[in-house]
Every structure is written in structure tokens, then in C-alpha cells.
């Protein structure tokens, strides 16, 4: 049986199938590659010495999923697909709301099509909204997002819970993350984003090679212990093996069900420079600069229901983040890009 992985060329994607290919798992991927490159998956090949079958294609293309779960025995399908810039969603709703809720719901209505009954689906701490108090706990209604990015993950997260509900065969968890950061250890796989980085940890990286001057830190007067915000960042492989770990818990669950997948532990901007100056030996220039618009001051994980119900937990922490986000950079300083015309 064969798992299709939407979006398993990007970021958190490319380490999923990695992880999945070394169980032995089939892996189909479906990518349009708007936000990665298809060398993310070759590089997984030369990991693994196992092989992906890799479709181009757009979740919103029904025949193209059609054709995917003809030819495929699918039999559970995990969803990272869609559109993840904060900002820009702000200035194009509609092109978040079609990749992400336009194309889930294609992706489920195809699969329904297929009898495929198994998702898990890629959303997001910013569920929660700007009104939860942290710790994030499950149990705490989704809602009040500060942005369309984050009301798109809050809508699917609602189109789930009311298809497993309708369809009493399908098993669906969606996986809330936290901060994803690092990279695989052997640092031939890793987070390449598009032009000036809008997270925290490339950014870092990138000013580390030379290739930013500074790092703006969004805010200095938060009322956080040294005043910039707080977050709680998780490896990208400990984010990997639970994707692995919640696949087993589908099997036996019916219906809709949403874990956190943090460490519960929340480092603030300062104390993330300060790790990664340790890790690398490289020092970071910065400066305090405002708030950032729909930033929030601190929120992290409670990490107790994924660790009761599933049996997973985070195992590598800041130091190892760090180093592995360093070694990434560091191997591949232009990202994916140009590798073959260099
Ligand atoms: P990413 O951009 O690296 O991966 C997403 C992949 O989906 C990319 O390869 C992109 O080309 C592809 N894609 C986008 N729209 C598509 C479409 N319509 N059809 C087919 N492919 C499409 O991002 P990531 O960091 O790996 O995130 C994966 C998922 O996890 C996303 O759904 C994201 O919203 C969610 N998520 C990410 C974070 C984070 O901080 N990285 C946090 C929480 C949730
Ligand atoms: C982390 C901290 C910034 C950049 C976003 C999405 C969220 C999720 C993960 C997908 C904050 C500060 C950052 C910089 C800074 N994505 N910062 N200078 O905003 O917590 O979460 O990505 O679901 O939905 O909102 O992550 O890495 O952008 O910021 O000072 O140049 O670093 O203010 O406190 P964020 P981030």
C-alpha cells in the first residue's frame, strides 16, 4: 500500500518522505513545486537509496488526482500542500484560500471518490488565534486567527471535523506544529525558502553566510523575559516521525482527531541568537525594530496529548536545532538552487 504526500517536495514534506522511505514505505508525491525543487527529492533518493514517484501537478487538479489514485493503491494520503506565507496571505487571500481550502477540498473529494479513508492533514499553532491562553491545548476552540493564512488551516481544520463526521469510515488527525526548524542531520536536506526569509531561523542562517547584513528582531517590548517574542521551535525531524507515528494512530482511529506537535518549551528571539551563535561560532548582528504586524507576544505547546495518545515526543533540542540549521546552511549556501549549473 502506497501513501500519496502532497507537497513532499518542500520543506517539512521532503523530510516526511525521507522518514517514511526508511520504514519502507511506498511514497507517492504530488508537488506543482511553486514553493520547492524536485532536487529536494533526489536528494531524498540519494539518502535512502530508495526510489519516489514524483507527479507535478496542482491539488486543485481533479483529473490529475484522479489519475494519481487510478494508477497508485493509495491508501492514506498526507496533506502539507498549499500556501504558508503570513504576510503575503494578507495581500492575497484569495490565492490562500484557493490553494489551501479550494484544494483540500478537491483532495477530499477525490479521495472519497477512490475510497481513500486515511488523511493527515498540515495545520498550524496560528489556530488557535490571538485569544487562547498558553500553553496551546487541544481541548481550547480554534478561532480569532490574525491572519487569512491562519483562518484557511482554522476552515479545513472545520471541513474535516464535519466530512469525518458525514463519512463514517474516514479517519482524519490534523497535526498542529509549532516553529519547524533544522534540517535532516547530514545537512543534504533542508528549509530553502524563496527571496528575503520570513522566518526566523533562515533568516539567522542567512545572515550567519554573509549573505543578509542583520537581523531585524520584531519587537523589544513584549512582556516576555527579555521583552522579544516567544516560540516554541521543534526540529524537523522529530516533526517528521510524528507524521510516521500518527499514521499508525489512524488506522485504528474513526473520525477527526488534532494533536499539538511541540516541545512545550519556548525560547524567546534573543535566546534563539544566542543558540545559534553557540552552535555555529558565527556572531549575529541585530537590531530591535517594532512589532511585526499580527505577531503574538508568546505561545508554545502543551505537548501532553500527542505523548499520551500516540506515544511521540520531541528528542532533539536547541543545540541540536541549531547545528543542524547551521551545517544546512553552511553545505548549501544558494539553498537547492543552481546546484547542477554550478
Ligand atoms: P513548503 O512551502 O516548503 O511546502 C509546501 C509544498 O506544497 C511546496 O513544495 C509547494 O510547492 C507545494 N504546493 C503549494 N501549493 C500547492 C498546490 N496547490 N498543489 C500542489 N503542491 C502545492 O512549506 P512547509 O514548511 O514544508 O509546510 C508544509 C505544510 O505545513 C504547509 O501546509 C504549511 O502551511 C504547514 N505548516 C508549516 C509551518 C512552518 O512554519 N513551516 C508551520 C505550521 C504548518
Ligand atoms: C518567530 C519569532 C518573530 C523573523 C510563523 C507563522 C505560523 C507558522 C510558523 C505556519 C517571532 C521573530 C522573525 C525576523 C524576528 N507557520 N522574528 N525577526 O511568526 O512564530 O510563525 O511561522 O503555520 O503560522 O505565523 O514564526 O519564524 O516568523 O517568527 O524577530 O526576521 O521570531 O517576531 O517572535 P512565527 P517566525
Same mark, same amino acid.
Given at each position: 500500500? %502506497?501513501?500519496l504526500v +502532497? ?8 523530510? %516526511?518522505?525521507?522518514?517514511l ?15 520547492s ?14 526510489? &519516489? ?7 486543485q ?6 489519475? $494519481?489514485?487510478?494508477?497508485?493503491k493509495?491508501?492514506?494520503? $498526507?496533506?502539507? *500542500? ?7 496571505? #494578507? ?10 481550502v ?13 475510497? &481513500? ?12 488565534g490571538?485569544?487562547?491562553p ?11 486567527? +490574525?491572519?487569512?493564512y491562519? +483562518?484557511?488551516?482554522m476552515f479545513?481544520?472545520h ?12 479517519? %482524519?488527525? *490534523?497535526?498542529?506544529?509549532?516553529? @519547524? ?20 531561523l ?5 545572515v *550567519? ?13 513584549? @512582556?516576555?523575559?527579555?521583552? #522579544? ?17 500518527a499514521?499508525d ?23 534563539m ?5 553557540? *552552535?555555529?561560532?558565527? %556572531? ?11 505577531d503574538l @507576544?508568546?505561545f ?43
Amino acid at each position: 500500500m %502506497t501513501i500519496l504526500v +502532497t507537497g513532499g517536495a518542500g520543506y517539512i514534506g521532503s523530510h %516526511t518522505v525521507l522518514s517514511l522511505l526508511e520504514l519502507n514505505k511506498d511514497v507517492v508525491v504530488l508537488d506543482n513545486l511553486s514553493n520547492s525543487s524536485e532536487e529536494s527529492l533526489r536528494r531524498v533518493k540519494q539518502l535512502t537509496g530508495k526510489e &519516489v514517484i514524483f507527479y507535478e501537478g496542482d491539488i486543485q487538479d481533479d483529473t490529475c488526482l484522479k489519475h $494519481i489514485f487510478d494508477c497508485h493503491k493509495i491508501s492514506s494520503v $498526507i496533506h502539507f *500542500a498549499g500556501l504558508k506565507a503570513v504576510g503575503e496571505s #494578507t495581500h492575497n487571500p484569495l490565492e490562500y484560500y484557493k490553494n489551501n481550502v479550494s484544494g483540500t477540498l478537491t483532495l477530499l473529494d477525490e479521495m472519497r471518490r477512490a475510497n &481513500v479513508h486515511q488523511l493527515i492533514f498540515s495545520s498550524s499553532a496560528t489556530v488557535y488565534g490571538a485569544n487562547s491562553p498558553v500553553p496551546y491545548v487541544e481541548t481550547t476552540p480554534i478561532g480569532s486567527t +490574525t491572519s487569512p493564512y491562519g +483562518t484557511s488551516k482554522m476552515f479545513i481544520e472545520h471541513i474535516l471535523q464535519d466530512f469525518a463526521k458525514a463519512e463514517p469510515q474516514f479517519s %482524519t488527525i *490534523a497535526l498542529r506544529y509549532f516553529n @519547524p526548524v533544522g534540517a535532516h542531520e547530514s545537512g543534504l536536506i533542508g528549509e530553502d525558502p524563496n527571496g528575503i526569509p520570513n522566518n526566523l531561523l533562515p533568516y539567522i542562517a542567512q545572515v *550567519a553566510i554573509g549573505k543578509l547584513e542583520k537581523l531585524g528582531v520584531f519587537g523589544g517590548d513584549y @512582556p516576555t523575559r527579555d521583552g #522579544t517574542g516567544v516560540r516554541d521551535y521543534i526540529h524537523v525531524m522529530d516533526l517528521a516521525e510524528g507524521h510516521c507515528i500518527a499514521m499508525d494512530k489512524l488506522r485504528i482511529l474513526r473520525g477527526f482527531r488534532a494533536y499539538n506537535l511541540g516541545s512545550g518549551v519556548g525560547y524567546s528571539v534573543l535566546e534563539m541568537i544566542q543558540a545559534f551563535e553557540k *552552535a555555529s561560532g558565527v %556572531t549575529i548582528p541585530y537590531q530591535i525594530l517594532p512589532r511585526r504586524d499580527g505577531d503574538l @507576544p508568546a505561545f508554545w505547546a502543551d505537548a501532553g496529548l500527542a505523548k499520551m495518545e500516540l506515544g511521540w515526543e520531541v528528542s532533539r533540542g536547541i543545540n541540536t536545532m541549531m547545528r543542524d540549521t547551521w551545517n544546512w546552511q553552511n553545505k548549501n549556501p544558494k539553498g537547492y538552487h543552481h546546484h547542477h549549473d554550478r
